[in-house]
């Protein structure tokens, strides 16, 4: 595993980034041959055609009622 110096620490190299952080998991959870499933791509599909769409509370990091239906048809659409 490489590491990358940042701000005077050596940390992993998908510890700088989000989808350094999301390669990781995936490739982890692939060699042990659990499903994953990316949900990143299916909300930035729906904010891209609804950008004013809001899919978190707004105090706090928690899906609301349509991000909750983003991953149920994410679901639905996967296992059907």
Known sequence: QRL?????????DFAVSQKGLDDYIQ???NKANIPYINLKKDFDRVKEK????????????????????VVFETLKTTYK
């Open 4 to 12: 990358l110096w940042a701000q005077g620490v050596f940390l992993p």
């Open 27 to 29: 490739n982890t959870l």
């Open 50 to 69: 609804t950008p004013n769409l809001k899919l978190y509370h707004e105090h706090d990091s928690h899906l609301n009622a349509n991000g909750h239906q």
